[in-house]
């Protein structure tokens, strides 16, 4: 991780440091002066969600682009997908939005797509950190190549009809009742808009952004209010988005929860199903239940690990050639149709399914028994606690412990002084031990 730069881009509090409006123009400048390439006009698309703050970073990323030269066109609330589709339809030579996905409205965050509506790889944001450091008055062009900026309006219709053409052209959810979440974030108006023109009988919750209440107890972080919702329509389907509508959480008919892996599963057995399913297999992380990887292994298909981070999967699945990859928190990436992850596309998909097999949701979404999962985090306050020997011994000890039935995951926090040590096994019981035992170690070393 970088000075600025997370594993999503730039990320934190509003209006301080780094979100401050200064960064926010200064990584249009540094980003405008990166990817100026040749004499074309060139075109960077800003896109953003409902957070109070996206009123401030949007001019100031504005300023620094057309300081640069570059044209501007402004999206306004769009979910990231969308962002990264106008990018390419545009034939923008950059693409911005202004989020911090399912954080709180105080947060907000910057991520960067390139012409080819993928997230910028870590050499290009390690260049843009180093510019944001020094001065660039040099750079600024001359008064008249300075860029422009325009609002475009079509950008609802677009991404809607880009959403419903992943579905054939016969599909139709009719007869199906959907409650739809949309977190007050970005797909406040495309998620309900899109389902309702398919055909689906619409109830909408969390499509009323004011700028504060975006994942306020909703979307895909907080489903209870959909549980609730799902139950008193007795809707066949809940569907819970986040801030910025790259992530999706199904909820069933009996107010169940369906998680990405779960999600994961009903697209890759009905694409290896159809064929269309590449790379034999569908790329997660080490965070995705060993349930997930046996339920795929009986079907004869792989399961690719990465770290966590949606861009470490779609990073695999380019090298590798798959198609399908994701997250347990409900990013899907589905190459076929998406350069980064999209809650509505996958969500339309797994309602495909449904409709094809014309059971309920209750059915359909539940491929295989999650085995038991624990995950602790345990603070520490200097050093490096990995690299102690007392710590390394606990996890070979609870590795050896696990055997084959089993599984273990120790990463130290990108963004805070944890480390989180996620354990699974068929044994409850043996996972929770093991778990305990590790943290106790790295406590240890932590008050040593």
Same mark, same amino acid.
């Given at each position: ?143 008249? #190549? ?18 419903? /053409? ?15 979440? &949309?977190?007050?974030?970005? $797909? ?29 107890? &909703? ?42 892996? #779960? ?30 990887? /046996? ?51 996958? $969500? ?24 038991? #999962? ?39 926090? +990108? ?9 699974? +096994? ?16 790295? /406590?240890?070393?932590? #008050?040593?």
């Amino acid at each position: 991780m970088g000075k600025y730069f997370g594993t999503d881009g730039i990320r934190g509090c509003a209006n301080s440091y780094p979100m401050t409006a200064e960064i926010a123009m200064k990584v249009g400048m540094a980003t405008g002066k990166l990817f100026r390439r040749g004499d074309h006009r060139h075109r960077v698309v800003i896109g953003k969600d409902t957070r109070l703050s996206g009123y401030m970073l949007e001019p100031a990323l504005t300023a620094g682009f057309t300081s640069m030269g570059m044209d501007v066109f402004l999206l306004g609330p769009v979910p990231t997908p969308g962002v990264a589709m106008l990018t390419r339809s545009l034939r923008a030579d950059l693409g911005v939005m202004i989020s911090a996905s399912h954080n709180p409205f105080n947060d907000n965050g910057i991520k960067l797509f390139g012409p080819d509506g993928y997230k910028l790889n870590d050499e290009l944001e390690a260049k843009i950190e180093a510019m944001l450091d020094q001065d660039m008055s040099s750079q600024l062009v001359k008064p008249e #190549q300075l860029g422009r900026t325009k609002r475009i309006e079509s950008v609802y219709d677009r991404y809607i009809e880009f959403a419903k /053409r992943t579905l054939p052209r016969a599909m139709s959810l009719d007869g199906l009742r959907v409650v739809v979440d &949309c977190a007050h974030g970005a $797909a406040y108006r495309v998620a309900p808009d899109a389902l309702w023109e398919l055909g689906a009988e619409v109830v909408s919750i969390g499509v009323d952004p004011n700028g504060f209440n975006i994942n306020d107890k &909703c979307g895909s972080t907080h489903v209870d209010v959909l549980i609730d919702k799902v139950r008193e329509v007795r809707a066949d389907i809940g569907i819970a988005l986040d801030g910025d509508a790259d992530r999706v959480i199904i909820v069933d008919e009996t107010g169940h929860r369906v998680d990405g892996d #779960q999600l994961m599963a009903v697209v890759a057995e009905s694409w290896a199903k159809e064929n269309r399913l590449s790379g034999n297999g569908i790329v997660a992380t080490v965070m995705s239940n060993l349930g997930l990887e /046996r339920f795929l292994g009986g079907l004869g298909l792989d399961l690719a690990r990465t770290k966590v981070g949606d861009r470490y999967v779609v990073e695999h699945m380019r090298q590798h050639g798959f198609n399908v990859g994701g997250e347990q928190s409900g990013h899907l990436v589905l190459s076929d149709y998406s350069t980064t992850g999209d809650g509505l596309i996958a $969500a339309l998909q797994i309602l495909a399914v449904v409709k094809k097999m014309n059971k309920p949701v209750s059915e359909v979404c539940n491929r295989f028994e999650p085995v038991p #999962q624990l995950l602790k985090n345990v603070r520490y306050s200097s050093g490096a606690p990995l690299e102690m020997d007392n710590v390394k011994a606990a996890i070979v000890s609870g590795e050896e412990r696990l055997g084959n039935s089993g599984r273990l995951v120790i990463r130290p926090s +990108g963004t805070e002084p944890l480390i989180r040590v996620m354990a699974e +096994g068929d044994d409850h019981d043996l996972v929770e031990l093991v778990v305990d035992d590790i943290c106790d170690e790295v /406590r240890k070393v932590s #008050q040593g």
